[in-house]
């Protein structure tokens, strides 16, 4: 390497970027951050342009302002107070609005001096298309509308070292080493979104999207099931296109999408630095974790790559992992990156003879896998995460079997968490169903997660890879002293055990101790208002721990004497199948065959039958929870309403609980029933239509509103609400609530009472 | 003549005793010199009953003979004591049905038409058509039920009438049948000293307006015992005397009928539980060996039948009519004579079993307040003259007290100890804060109305019958009960009767004097 010798600095970094313009990129996003903190605290005389994209309605300027406020500026906060630190924002710096994602023009500055390029997708798999997007042509434009602005400005580009894919040994640093023509890649890749959508719209695709959704959510009704046909079409749409990424960067020598598109961005911006002339420095950081000292010991911004793993494992949900145990994990903290991009800017290259830093501290200060999960361990095992009311958690100790073992333990545990998620699914509703679900779900959320990391990771934790960082040695021995104290990137100087122990780990886990503190579960809130409040109540499987059919065949037999018993019992018995096929299909079609029963019944007979035995029956089945709730909402002054597919007569016995019953109307005619239904019953989304009619007839507030029910044909009722609560729910339900976060709830009945009550034969 | 009761002190030759838990009994053995009170002997019972009902009813005190006030054309109403006596359940014919059998024919015979005949059920709950059936008798029942022959309804304002208020202010509201009737008999069973005289009519035909006036936490720590009803000794019979006698001096006449059992409480097989240990034969003792085994073993569903099943053998030992002063005076006195214990001085330590059934939950479920009633309620409060417990002492009762709840009969006492207990103990505030509500509830009155539930303020009458021991004594520990049960009521659970006792030391001291209150058959002591 003939450039490894800088000459000797004589005056200090500060002084090389005094006066200059400095574009930074990626303002909002961890390293961004960093950077301007120290130009702003640092670099008095540098004037920074942020080109910061406009989200969600705030603008550039207000979404600069908000990260003022977050951590990283704490110092710089304490230093001047909010209000002095947004007045040298504005003295010092130009918010531009734009955003380097979309094919819009940039309107840049003409006399930009430096650009700090550090935007960049977070993502490791994206869809072929969006890695492309941000990695490759975000590069690309921001670099040709600086051309085209005028400037010549030196160009810091930041990129990974990982980007020279699945090589061993030593790497220099140096241009990448392939023929890849980025144009091409783009093109396709760009291309694979509108191929993989118009795939997806196939009749054939779109037929099998609609069954698995009609499977899962038929008793829901049509509306539900489109909506989650087309999740689902969506969802294979960008599974696919994230494995249009994988299968592309592999067969090109990168594990994944974004070493590949990080690839093609350096080699995208080596051309087009040197077709406009401008000086080009790539820095090539390895894997980025929280600050060893700047903006404080520990800083960091949500999780980077390690993190979910040290987390995961602190919590005790990976037992082994993939991964040589001699592999070197290229850890560098974050300042450590930044004071060293900060370098790289005051040192300009010629135009056309780009200058490579690898940022990384595998070469100098090497940090073995079985170290890090030494420490780590150590950190553990002296400050434990905490379960919930149950102590704390001891965590695994990993005996690095070698990739294929735990490959195989990992298969057998996805195979076992898919039968048992098939078998819980088809569980009956019980309070032990729920628990198995819980269980279940957590067991498929790590053995996912491992999965998903073994995959994504394995190339960072196996590759036995080693980036040499001469160059940027080189330009940190030519730092003057001072430079070398206030800027400092030598990787030599870290002592893992400190900076895991002390600094990062206590960093990452920081937030999941405070959160798992304040982390309750959903409660439900009853509260009162000044408008119209609605407490709507599903009542089978809901307040009455019964299905419609039992219900129903209990009425039944409670009507006839002993000696018909065998005739109608038989006769039912034949029918239940047919009733309960009915009722998983639609409960709308079970109601309308089942009342066929009661043709040629009398209006008063029934309500007879009902006032001496069926409300006997109910009350006794009545969930006293279920009571309390709906009288603690009628003193809080809403409008309780008993929603139910049953038919009116049958209500009767809990009707006074409610405001309101909403239940399936039977035809009468001179005083007999007819066996048909007056109206078609209120079931499935039908009950959303309606909820919102009703709320508008009555000016009710759907916001401020509960609805409670337990099954996942209940999704529209339960939507319509600001407060849906799932009560004892179905396996489909329970899912759906834990994924919202909606409080959940077990309303059963009193202990002590029978659960199976057979009624008396009717008197004669 | 019947042994009378007598109080044994443990020594090294006292078997292990019987003690009643729930649906379950154990033998315990005590602490020597551990006091143990027993209840007499079973009175003699009367041999020919329907001749002795005809005879009161020929003779009675204070009044003419029924067969001169009734006439025809007149309006007569009998009320009826309800489900909550007698206990448990006698075995068919219930004394009220032959009572009621004969005052019926009388009537017939005298030509009145217009009778109607109520079950004094007050704020419990309906009596359900086959309960009613076995109080009655299937001919009176065929005759009368359902239109001549009911549940009392305290909440049908239509039928409540507002008779006056006494001196004291109490409102006396009842039945409005009853009082425009000519004339009420009232057929009573009166198994303990609280129970008949005039807190038959004016309690029991009474509604919520009127029940309120007694049923309250001030009258409960003024009643010293309640189950001494003499005057100035008990604030809640004083209070019905005085709601009686607005009713007397409204012309309202009543005839009263009041008889009294033996304690020949339990069954056979379960004969034993009416003895004393040491005189167990050698078969009751096999008896209580397959009993208490088989009893564990049944699933806890079928052992709750078997229980409920269970027909209590009483005798009748004393039958008295007429003015209700005079005839009540009888009755305590028989009462007496087969409950009454003579026990020497108070002690640190009060430990009783309690039984299965309580008044309130007959083809029920005892949940955790009726045991609250029944222990720190009623049996702590079977004394006369002063507890037999000192105050700040320890009551060690033994019970499961499951979390459970019959919610058909007792919906409100779910709520109560959910919403109520969850946030005090103490009645003052309970009763202030929450009482109201629940009574006005009108899901409550729909269900005491409509279906078989108590009213809505039951439990909390529940809970004041306690608030005398509560505040007197010192701890309460419950052998066997649920935790979470035990702590919501102020309670402490202990595993078992040694482990009570560690506890209890803590308040008493190590070596404190026990008395062992051995029950059912009840008693009362009446300690000096």
Known sequence: MVETAFPKRRSSIVRGLAGKRVLVTGFTGFLGQAVVERLLAEFPDARLVLLVRPQLGSSGRERVDAILSRPAFNALRERHGHEGLRALVDERVEVVEGDVAREEPLALPRDLDVVLHCAATVSFDPPIDEGFQTNLLGAVRLYEAIAASGSRPHLVHVSTAYVAGNRRGVIPEATLDHRVDWRTEAELALQARRDVEAASRKPEMLERFLELARREHGRAGPQTVAEDAEERRKAWVTKRLVRYGRSRAQTLGWPDIYTFTKAMGERAAEELAAEHGLPLSIVRPSIIESALRHPYPGWIEGFKMADPIILAYGRGAIPEFPGIPEGIVDIIPADFVVNAMLAIAATVPEPGRPAYYHVSSGSRNPLQFKDLYRLVREYYQEHPLPIRGRGEVKVPEWSFPGALRVERRLRRAERFVEVADRVVSHLPKSKRMRDLVRRVDGDRGRVEFVRRYADLYGVYTEAEVIYTDDRTHALWRSLTEGDRKRFPFDASDIDWRRYLVEVHCPAVTAGVRALSAARAEPKVRIREREQLVLALFDMEGTILPSNVVESYVWARMADLPWDRWPAELLELFARIPSYLLADRRDRGEFLRTFFRRYEGATVEGIDRLVDEVVSEFMLQKLSAAAVRRVREHRQAGHRTILITAAAEPFVRPIAPLFDEVVAAKLEVRDGVYTGYLAEPPLVGEARGAWLRRYAEREGADLKASYAYADSHSDLALLRAVGNPVAVSPDAALLRVARRRRWPIEDWGMSGGMPRVRFPRPARR | ?528
């Open chain 2, 1 to 528: 003549m019947a042994r009378p009761g007598f109080v044994l002190e443990v020594d090294e030759r006292t078997p292990p005793l019987l003690v009643h838990e729930g649906e379950g009994f154990r033998l315990e053995r005590f602490p020597l010199g551990t006091r143990v009170i027993y209840p007499p002997d079973p009175l003699p019972r009367i041999r020919d009953v329907r001749g002795a009902i005809r005879h009161a009813l020929a003779n009675p005190h204070g009044s003419e003979p029924l067969a001169d006030l009734l006439k025809p054309g007149m309006r007569l109403t009998i009320a009826i004591d309800d489900i909550s006596l007698p206990l448990p359940p006698m075995q068919a014919p219930d004394i009220r049905q032959l009572v009621l059998e004969e005052v019926i024919e009388l009537a017939a015979r005298k030509g009145v038409e217009d009778l109607k005949l109520t079950m004094a059920n007050s704020l419990h709950r309906r009596m359900t058509a086959d309960e009613i059936k076995h109080a009655v008798g299937e001919r009176v029942f065929r005759s009368f039920y359902p239109h001549d022959l009911k549940n009392h309804d305290a909440e049908d304002r239509e039928n409540l009438l507002f008779v006056g208020t006494t001196e004291k202010g109490e409102e006396v509201e009842i039945n409005k049948r009853a009082a425009t009737s000519d004339l009420i008999v009232y057929v009573n069973i009166n198994l303990v000293p609280m129970d008949g005289g005039h807190k038959s009519v004016p309690v029991g035909l009474a509604s919520y307006r009127s029940v309120r006036h007694h049923h309250n936490v001030h009258t409960m720590l003024h009643s010293r015992s309640y189950m001494d009803p003499r005057e100035g000794r008990s604030a809640i019979h004083d209070s019905c005397r005085r709601m009686g006698k607005v009713l007397e001096d409204a012309g309202i006449r009543i005839f009263t009928i009041e008889t009294t059992l033996n304690n020949e409480t339990f069954p056979e097989p379960f004969g034993f539980m009416n003895r004393r240990e040491w005189e167990w034969s050698a078969k009751e003792q096999a008896t209580y060996l397959a009993a208490k085994k088989l009893n564990d073993l049944t699933p806890p569903a079928v052992r709750h039948q078997v229980w409920m099943r269970m027909r209590s053998p009483v005798g009748v030992t004393g039958i008295n009519a007429g003015a209700t002063d005079p005839v009540h005076e009888r009755t305590l006195s028989k009462i007496h004579e087969q409950q009454l214990v003579h026990v020497e001085g108070q002690s640190d330590v009060l430990v009783f079993g309690i039984p299965y059934v309580g008044p309130y939950n007959v083809n029920s479920i005892m949940n955790p307040i009726l045991v609250h009633c029944l222990g720190l309620g009623y049996l702590f409060n079977m004394y006369r003259n002063k507890p037999l417990v000192r105050p700040g002492g320890v009551v060690i009762m033994f019970h499961p007290v499951p979390w459970e709840f019959h919610q058909v009969h007792h919906p409100s006492y779910i709520d109560f100890f959910e919403e109520v207990l969850a946030e005090t103990t103490d009645p003052a505030t309970i009763e202030s804060k929450f009482e109201e509500r629940y009574a006005t509830d009108p899901w409550y009155i729909h269900l005491y109305r409509t279906s078989y539930a108590y009213h809505g303020v039951h439990p909390f009458y529940m809970w004041y019958w306690g608030a005398h021991a509560l505040d007197y004594l010192g701890d309460v520990i419950v052998v066997g009960g649920n935790r979470r049960a035990c702590e919501r009521m102020g309670y402490r659970a202990a595993t078992t009767f040694k482990d009570a006792l560690e506890m209890a030391s803590e308040t008493v001291g190590r070596s404190p004097s026990i008395t062992y209150f051995h029950m059912p058959p009840y008693l009362i002591a009446d300690v000096s």
